[in-house]
């Protein structure tokens, strides 16, 4: 089992960044890592994924350019670097994991998720 904690969310202004993390616990060896994203009154979103090892990344066309992943096994951590924020990414900003060498861009490969963060672009 691996268990999931996101953290980092907030109020930013849009054109600003923001960091979140994703902390894993449990059985972590060689686990693969994505961030999927909700707004409200829509369907859960891919926005990118990382292998065990961080040399695959694949990112999603809303967050190319502005978004990146990346992680520190020696802490079990994936960050999601979050630039150009706009209001369009206001939504709950879920973190996911698999224990398969990589995801992909599929929610349904994920077995492990947590519970959400809130990131709000507004001003």
């Known amino acids: 089992q691996v268990q999931i904690v996101e953290s980092g969310g907030g109020l930013v202004q849009p054109g600003g960044s923001l960091k979140l993390s994703c902390t894993a616990s449990?059985?972590?060896?060689?686990?693969?890592m994505a961030w999927f994203r909700q707004a409200p009154g829509k369907g859960r979103e891919f926005v990118t994924a990382i292998n065990w090892n961080g040399n695959t990344v694949q990112t999603g066309d809303s967050a190319k350019g502005r978004f990146t992943i990346s992680r520190d096994n020696a802490k079990n951590t994936a960050f999601l670097e979050m630039n150009s924020l706009e209001p369009e990414d206001t939504g709950v900003y879920y973190c996911?994991?698999?224990?398969?060498?990589?995801?992909?861009?599929?929610?349904?490969?994920?077995?492990?998720w947590g519970q959400g963060t809130q990131v709000t672009v507004s001003s």
């Open positions: 996911a994991a698999t224990s398969s060498n990589f995801g992909g861009a599929a929610a349904g490969n994920y077995e492990y």
């Open positions: 449990g059985h972590t060896s060689r686990i693969a």
